[in-house]
């Protein structure tokens, strides 16, 4: 996807516009230079293009200091379970996919994975929930079971709570919560979290699984969106 703008900017020559492309390049908005544009139809790719400056949220907690976290968290969850044969990891999609991956390879317990998904209703792609809806359930019963639901943020409380619910009503024999991130400004629905990652304030946060509508999910760290990069 590219825009091309054009921009009357303060400086040049009456009547002169600057004509600036910016591509979505994977997670990147990037800026190709006014002379790139000036050498004609064949703009290169913009990550090829050695004038290009990539666009990237501004970091909140970076690779190093997640694997930190994630270990410290793996850490706690198998002394938690130290008498229980075995586990299941229950996955939030899509945004838990990242941490699932990176905690569940720590984890020195027996466990299985599972992954359950889940929609909001709200106005938009990037709404948090009010309410929840269920779009793909677990595979495998989870009676007599000890669950861990996995979640990327917590963010009103509505996603976990309304999960929550939902397992505990099939009787597992333990259920409990760990999520990377948990915004407690923002909480509308109490909810107990077992394991937790950070705590961060009412920022709109992407990156390590987290999106904004659908974008920035592979960001290998965590950023916080400003509003320009919305
Ligand atoms: P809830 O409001 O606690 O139900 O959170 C619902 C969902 O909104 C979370 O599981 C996330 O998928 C999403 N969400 C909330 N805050 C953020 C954010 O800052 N970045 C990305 N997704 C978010
Ligand atoms: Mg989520």
Do not use: C
């Not at 290009?52 to 994630?70: G, H």
């Not at 976990?160 to 915004?183: D, F, I, V």
């Amino acid at each position: 996807m590219s825009y091309l703008l054009s921009l009357s900017l303060s400086g040049l020559s009456p009547g002169k516009s600057q004509a600036v492309l910016v591509t979505l390049d994977g997670n990147n908005w990037v800026e190709t230079s006014q002379e790139r544009l000036r050498e004609g139809r064949n703009v290169p790719p913009a990550s090829r293009s050695a004038s290009v400056r990539p666009m990237k949220p501004p970091t909140l907690f970076s690779e190093e200091e997640i694997a930190d976290q994630v270990a410290i968290l793996a850490a706690e969850i198998d002394e938690a379970y130290a008498d229980a044969d075995q586990l299941v990891l229950i996955g939030v999609l899509k945004g838990s996919f990242i941490f699932l991956a990176d905690l569940a390879r720590k984890l020195t317990i027996p466990h299985r994975v599972e992954f359950i998904a889940v929609s909001s209703y709200g106005a938009k792609e990037s709404d948090v929930a009010d309410s929840v809806r269920l779009l793909m359930d677990v595979r495998h019963p989870i009676v007599g079971e000890h669950v861990l639901l996995v979640e990327d943020i917590v963010d009103t409380g509505h996603t976990l709570a309304y999960l929550k619910r939902l397992l505990e009503a099939r009787n597992p024999a333990s259920l409990k919560t760990a999520t990377m991130l948990h915004k407690p400004d923002r909480t509308e629905e109490e909810v107990d979290i077992d394991f937790l990652g950070f705590t961060i304030p009412d920022v709109w946060v992407v990156g390590y699984g987290l999106d904004y509508a659908e974008r920035y999910r592979t960001l290998p760290y965590i950023g916080e969106l400003p509003p320009e990069m919305r």
